[in-house]
């Protein structure tokens, strides 16, 4: 099924932190110059939220479609959707039958007909989950500025419109659900590679959503990164983002009237901080039950 929605006009929370905002100014000069833009990263580092956000600063009308491996080509350019079937009997004259059969079906522009023609900004979330001949598509649009259009009945070269952009988010090579992006067509993407962000970065991210005071929002955030083991990955735990977690966190801590700085939470607190962790962040509850006892540690 095909996922594809206008993007909201409200103002996204976005904190620029030097490291963010160093990120939104590449990404702008890329996008003025007619570049597509790839945000790559690690789930929970920000792709989405970046893209939106960057989407909404050109004050153009946006498209963001969410990548799926049961993606096809008509998806994007179009095909002959749906049928009608006529049948026609003629009886006028008894010992005469005539019967007159046609099936007709409608050609349906898809959605990147659309974007180019009107110069949308489409936002390609989730881009590399898309199969290989889907991603091929974008070849001619971002090379030629053409996209091609042969079909049996049906054959156009569409122009580009000069204020169509893309941005497109992915995910790290080999997670569970992707494909490789090409290489022809990642030649013709600027990738920036997102990481996890920096302590001071995820603290004042946490307190926007959660609006936390500093000192419990740091008490969160550096828990939270314990949990997901963000400063001392290994082998066998390795790191993994802790933005979500977080931000789940200081709002239960906010609106429960909890408090990690006060040492003020329920008995069955570890066992919360770990269904919000996740169960791959490789702790047990009593892990981060000692955590918490070792205040220097939060």
């Known amino acids: 099924m095909l996922s594809t929605a206008m993007i909201p006009t409200h103002a996204l929370t976005v904190v620029r932190s030097p490291s963010v905002q160093n990120v ?3 990404a702008n000069l890329y996008l003025r110059h007619g570049f597509a ?13 970046l893209a939106l956000h960057l989407a909404q600063t ?5 498209l963001f479609v969410q990548g799926h491996s049961s993606m096809a080509i008509d998806d994007l350019v179009g095909g002959y959707r749906g049928y009608q079937y006529h049948r026609l009997v003629d009886n006028f004259i008894r010992d005469v039958l005539k019967v007159d059969e046609r099936i007709e079906t409608k050609w349906s522009s898809g959605w990147l007909n659309t974007a180019i023609v009107q110069g949308q900004i489409v936002i390609f979330d989730e881009f590399n989950r898309v199969p290989p001949q889907v991603q091929t598509v974008l070849l001619s649009v971002l090379e030629e500025k053409i996209l091609p259009i042969t079909r049996l009945g049906h054959t156009e070269n569409i122009k580009v419109h000069p204020e169509f952009r893309l941005i497109v988010t992915s995910g790290l090579h080999g997670q ?9 067509l990642m030649d013709r993407l600027v990738t920036i590679s997102l990481d ?4 001071a970065t995820e603290i004042e991210i946490v307190r926007a959503h959660a609006g936390t005071t500093v000192d419990e929002t740091r008490k969160v955030v550096r828990l939270a990164r314990r949990v ?3 400063e001392s990955g290994t082998t066998d735990n390795p790191a993994s983002t802790s933005i ?7 709002q239960l801590v906010k609106s429960e009237g909890w408090s990690l700085k006060g040492t003020k939470w329920p008995e069955g607190f570890p066992s919360i901080v770990l269904d919000l962790a996740g169960p791959f962040c490789g702790h047990t509850v009593g892990d981060i039950r000692e955590f918490m006892k070792v205040k220097q540690q939060l």
Request: a positive charge.
């Open 58 to 62: 050109r004050g153009r009308s946006t």
């Open 196 to 199: 996890v962000p920096d302590e």
């Open 176 to 184: 569970s659900g992707t494909y490789p992006v090409l290489e022809p």
């Open 24 to 26: 939104l100014d590449r």
């Open 228 to 230: 997901h083991n963000v």
């Open 244 to 250: 979500r977690t977080s931000i789940a966190l200081a």
């Open 37 to 49: 833009v790839n945000l790559s990263g690690p789930p929970g580092v920000g792709k989405t939220t």
